[in-house]
């Protein structure tokens, strides 16, 4: 006999929360090791042994001739779009990170909000083409939830405008689209090895590129404006990556097969447990891309299920499974973004909306058991058959 709900009076089902995003920590001894290295040689930043091999390793990960490590991905960004020489606006998807918009903003740019394809979660290409103007310096594209953005389609756009083309890569390495590797596309990609992401260095990014000039002008410009002799060439910052961050990368790197496999597991897990739920259906990779299914994301149908996404959420938040909604309600509708419309959202994003208002991320990784897997399925599965008791007590 099903137990009872903890939105309904039930005791939750889980007594430690399960999170999203919970931090995979690959071989600790292996971690340990290089960071007593690093100690040992007295060198803990400015380029170290460690910042070098993980550098030398992304680049061969991302199949590039460059690859520049930072303290984390929201300054790569920044020093990518400065380096890139961007300027006036730049055309985004507005179902992205908050950080996607905030780093063209804070290098005083502005961005142009675009809508998505419902079907893929990425950038639409045909919308993005109406939003270019005589003010338009370059497309950031973004690899949603390692899905790998509409490459081929964004580089003829960017190639028949002049334009640049580089992708917020957060959530996409060890993806690729048709073979080839995410970061490998566009002018330059940006990664990310925050806690949260699969690939971690606890906190840090990346710029992988196959352009010589803009390699080098990263490398200045993450370094003070500096070059080779300290000679200072440009206005720059302080973006390094230190050797304790880099110990960590690398190993978590060196375990990234283990690590797709998997969340691979967990997510055909989810597949099966999930199947045939009213109203509840998995987000599946397309055939011409691989991901590194790193996020768990479903759709919640309201008039299928007989509960909202946000009614669904609660019920799991009451579990302990500490579900999440992911980029709602956009960027456009997001501080400051949201008080002017008319410059950073010209044209209207439904498809944006609507996706945002429907999605739910679940737990995956090393962070959850495929018995807690399936348990997470019964505790939906249930939801949604209880979903005219839940609704009342929502509404009591």
């Known amino acids: 006999m099903p137990r009872d709900l ?3 009076g039930g005791e939750p089902f889980f007594v430690q929360p399960l999170h999203v995003g919970r931090p995979n920590v690959p071989d600790e001894r292996k971690v340990m090791e290089r960071i007593q290295q690093a100690i040992d040689r007295r060198w803990l930043t400015s380029f170290g042994p460690l910042v070098k091999q993980f550098e030398h390793d992304l680049a061969l990960t991302a199949g590039v001739k460059h690859c520049i490590v ?18 006036g606006e730049v055309i985004l998807p507005s179902f992205t990170f908050i950080a996607t918009a905030h780093t063209l903003l804070w290098e005083g740019i502005t961005p142009i909000f675009c809508d998505i394809d419902e079907d893929t979660g990425n950038i639409d290409p045909d919308h993005a083409a109406r939003l270019i103007t005589p003010k338009t310096t370059g497309i950031m594209g973004v690899h949603l939830w390692g899905h790998p953005a509409p490459t081929e389609q964004l580089a003829d756009l960017a190639g028949a405008h002049g334009l640049r083309l580089f992708y917020d890569s957060a959530h996409a390495i060890g993806s690729s689209r048709l073979g080839r590797p995410v970061g490998n596309f566009g002018d330059a990609e940006v990664y990310s090895f925050h806690a949260t992401k699969f690939i971690n260095s606890f906190e840090g990014g990346a710029i992988v590129t196959n352009d010589d000039e803009l390699a080098e002008r990263v490398r200045s410009m993450h370094n003070y404006g500096r070059g080779e002799g300290e000679y200072v060439s440009s206005i720059g910052t302080n973006a390094k990556m230190t050797e304790v961050a880099a110990a960590m990368g690398i190993t978590s790197l060196e375990n990234m097969p283990y690590l797709i496999d998997v969340n691979r597991e967990r997510f055909e897990h989810y597949r099966a447990g999930l199947a045939g739920v009213p109203g509840v259906e998995l987000r599946c990779p397309s055939r011409e891309n691989t991901v590194n299914h790193q996020y768990i994301v479903f759709e919640v149908d309201e008039a299928e299920a007989g509960l909202s996404r946000d009614e669904l959420v609660a019920t799991l938040l009451a579990e302990n499974v500490l579900a999440r909604t992911h980029f709602h309600p956009g960027c456009h509708r ?11 959202a010209p044209l209207p994003l439904p498809h944006s ?34 979903a005219p008791a839940i609704r009342a007590a929502s509404l009591a």
């Open 6 to 8: 903890a939105i309904l």
């Open 70 to 87: 930072t303290c984390n991905a929201s300054i790569a960004l920044q020093v990518l779009i400065r380096a890139g020489g961007l300027r």
């Open 334 to 344: 997001t501080e400051p973004y949201v008080h002017d419309q008319a410059t950073y």
């Open 353 to 386: 909306e609507a996706l945002s208002d429907r999605v739910v991320m679940l737990p995956t990784g090393t962070g959850i058991t495929l018995t807690e897997v399936g348990q997470v399925c019964d505790i939906i599965r249930q939801a949604v058959a209880q």
